[in-house]
């Protein structure tokens, strides 16, 4: 119960404070071990080029994967080179020379067709009649 020389807003702030302060005692620890981690992880970075330099001249030098591999050299992790390639950049599937099956003459029903894929007679048949448009 307050009194009327109490101010419910200025109460209400001070518990929010009080509950937001015990939620900043708890990820404090968790701030020291981001900033340690993240540290820990760029001298990781660091360490792992000089370690697949070396280890690339140990092969050179005509040591094989399973000899340092069996002296506890396990082989550097491998990045793939150049950038990434991009979503969707792969050629499509090759069509069938022939045509279709007997008995089945739907052009959806091809066999390089992927499921819920319309073939491009398909959407160009959707685009060009009205009711293919009204369902999209």
Same mark, same amino acid.
Request: hydrophobic content about 25%.
């Given at each position: 119960?307050?009194?009327p020389?109490?101010?419910?807003?200025?109460?209400?702030l001070?518990?929010?404070?009080?509950?937001?302060q +015990?939620?900043?005692? /708890?990820?404090?620890?968790?701030?020291? %071990?981001?900033?340690?981690?993240?540290? %820990?992880q760029? +001298?990781?970075?660091? %360490?792992?080029e000089?370690?697949?330099? @070396?280890?690339?001249?140990?092969?050179?030098?005509?040591?094989?994967?399973?000899?340092?591999?069996?002296?506890?050299? /396990? #082989?550097p992790v491998?990045?793939?080179?150049?950038r990434?390639?991009?979503?969707?950049?792969?050629?499509?599937? +090759?069509? #069938?020379t022939?045509g279709?099956?007997?008995?089945?003459? &739907? #052009?959806? &029903?091809?066999?390089?067709?992927?499921?819920? +894929? @319309?073939?491009?007679?398909?959407?160009?048949?959707?685009? /060009?009649?009205?009711?293919?448009t009204?369902?999209?």
């Amino acid at each position: 119960m307050t009194t009327p020389s109490e101010d419910p807003t200025a109460d209400f702030l001070r518990r929010a404070e009080e509950i937001n302060q +015990q939620r900043m005692d /708890a990820v404090k620890p968790l701030a020291a %071990l981001v900033a340690r981690r993240t540290e %820990l992880q760029r +001298q990781l970075n660091e %360490l792992e080029e000089t370690y697949g330099r @070396q280890y690339a001249d140990a092969e050179r030098a005509g040591w094989t994967e399973d000899e340092l591999t069996a002296m506890d050299a /396990a #082989p550097p992790v491998r990045r793939p080179r150049g950038r990434p390639a991009k979503k969707g950049s792969r050629k499509p599937a +090759q069509k #069938p020379t022939g045509g279709t099956s007997a008995g089945n003459t &739907s #052009p959806s &029903s091809s066999a390089s067709t992927v499921p819920g +894929q @319309q073939t491009r007679s398909e959407t160009d048949a959707k685009n /060009a009649s009205p009711a293919g448009t009204a369902s999209q």
